[in-house]
């Protein structure tokens, strides 16, 4: 993990909210099914540069309240046959947490090692819960950007 400053930048995509509890839950969990609708529905041109982020972001309270999750990606054409949400991701410090390998399991241990690093008496750094992101640089790597003070 190493701490990055990131410039800020508009991410368009389709959004749900949801908890953690239910997230554990196979059966209520939503960010499988938002993430399969948006690779349905978005057509991203990887080839041109355009990239694809996970927005967490309307945080009700910490890791035990709702939030917004955003599927999204950084295109300037957009799709006319869906409404997109907009969401700006902050200019700000981030801690960034990077695994490389196969999805969805890199996802997987990205935020595991986020819990465990916060959950942590050690952690040098204190978890903000304004706007955290994901970053996918290409198919097997992930960058997991979680807003810090």
Request: aromatic residues 18%.
């Given at each position: 993990m190493e701490i990055r400053y990131f410039a800020g930048k508009k991410i368009n995509g389709i959004a749900t909210r949801t908890n953690n509890a239910a997230e554990m839950d196979p059966n209520n969990g939503k960010i499988g099914?938002?993430?399969?609708?948006?690779?349905?529905?978005?057509?991203v041109d990887y080839r041109n540069g355009e990239r694809v982020y996970g927005v967490y972001t309307n945080y009700q309270s910490d890791q035990t309240g709702e939030f917004t999750v955003l599927a999204g990606f950084d295109g300037k054409l957009l799709p006319r046959k869906i409404n997109l949400e907009q969401v700006v991701i902050p200019e700000g410090k981030y801690l960034v947490f990077t695994?490389?390998?196969?999805?969805?399991q890199i996802a997987i241990d990205a935020w595991t090692e986020v819990w465990h690093?916060?959950?942590?008496?050690?952690a040098e750094y204190k978890r903000e819960y304004s706007t955290d992101f994901e970053f996918y640089p290409n198919a097997n790597q992930i960058d997991v950007h979680i807003a810090v003070s």
């Open positions: 099914t938002l993430w399969q609708t948006f690779d349905k529905t978005v057509p695994h490389q390998g196969e999805m969805p690093y916060f959950s942590s008496e050690q």
